[in-house]
């Protein structure tokens, strides 16, 4: 996409004309309604279409020339129902002779989990009638595609969130990284605050420590094979049922233990996760939210997800219920076909 000179305003970084070459030549006229979100990456904006009226957040990074945008580069091959859409994408100049952006419109989401969560703290006693529906990942300007024996970079994470073998210094992690993250996340919505505070690297595993207790030689090389150092004072784990509160679904606690463990190959695998029995009560047959209206879409597993996993294991992720009603695929012996043979990419 190219663009063109936004129109003189007050602050021009919030008025943008573009030449969308996807809609045949057509141009586009951005209007940007206020910041949502701003870091070093750049800035979010929420933006309105002008031509349809659609709302958009429009994330503005600075754009180094020599290479190629990661995050765009990702984004374009991610087509999920849980994954914010990208929509369109284009170039603009900063103020600087030798600036350029690069902007990703995006599908706009309204609400955070973060600030669901402080919802339901704040009003335990009321809730809108919808108040949560489907979570989408709208980040992925630190992501990459992992490649075997390329090294990759260790400090990356946002602290409270940084799985232990990033702390170790590892450079050859996996995705179970992510899964160490996601059982953070749970936790803190569990407990109203994070579950790992710490203000430095060092100190992130001291908390870690203080409550899975100090790491077994096996689990620091499991971590990190090239760490050394394996001089830690010796502290006992702390049960789980003792930090959550006395009301905590003991299957949720199961759950984020299942998530939170040193060696990342131990960690629960992301469908296994969704499988768990925490979330059985979703698997019911005409289920319905507290204001008795169905949920929404929690079976829309794609023949590609559903092929990482055993026969077992799909059958707890698409009950009986779900699958009688919407004809999945299911082949003679109570399996779906893979995703290679339904031609799903």
């Known amino acids: 996409m190219s663009d063109s000179k936004p129109p003189a305003s007050k602050d021009s970084t919030l008025q943008l004309s573009v030449d969308d070459e996807i809609a045949t030549g057509k141009t586009i006229h951005y209007s940007a309604e206020r910041i949502i979100g701003n870091g070093s990456f750049g800035v979010v904006f929420q933006a309105t279409v002008e031509e349809s009226g659609e709302i958009v957040a429009i994330k503005k990074v600075l754009q180094d020339k020599r290479f190629k945008n990661r995050e765009l580069q990702i984004m374009r091959q991610l087509h999920h129902v849980n994954i914010v859409q990208l929509k369109h994408c284009f170039y603009c100049n900063g103020e600087k002779p030798d600036e350029l952006y690069l902007n990703l419109v995006l599908e706009y989401i309204p609400d955070t989990v973060y600030g669901v969560a402080r919802q339901l703290q704040k009003a335990k006693q009321y809730m809108p009638v919808v108040l949560i529906h489907v979570v989408k990942l709208c980040d992925f300007g630190s992501a990459k595609v992992l490649q075997k024996n390329e090294p990759n970079v260790s400090y990356i994470c946002s602290r409270y969130y940084r799985a232990p073998e990033l702390i170790f210094g590892a450079t050859d992690y996996t995705t179970a990284i992510d899964i160490w993250s996601l059982g953070c996340v749970c936790a803190e919505l569990l407990l109203g605050q994070p579950l790992f505070p710490g203000e ?64 990342p190959k131990r960690r629960v695998k992301p469908l296994e996760a969704a499988a768990h029995p925490f979330f059985d009560e979703l698997r019911q047959e005409d289920l319905k939210l507290p204001n008795d209206v169905p949920p929404p879409a929690l079976f829309n597993f794609t023949l590609q997800e559903l092929s990482q996993v055993d026969v077992s294991t799909r059958e707890i992720l698409v009950p009986v219920h779900e699958r009688n009603s919407t004809n999945w695929p299911v082949l003679e012996d109570g399996t779906w076909p893979d995703a290679a043979a339904q031609g799903t990419s």
């Open 200 to 263: 430095s690297g060092v100190d992130q595993l001291v908390e870690i420590i203080k409550v899975l207790g100090t790491p077994q030689r096996e689990e620091i090389e499991a971590m990190n094979p090239n760490y050394t150092e394996f001089q830690f004072p010796q502290i006992k784990a702390h049960s789980w049922s003792k930090i959550f509160r006395s009301r905590t679904p003991p299957e949720a606690i199961n759950l984020l233990s299942k998530m939170l463990v040193y060696d």
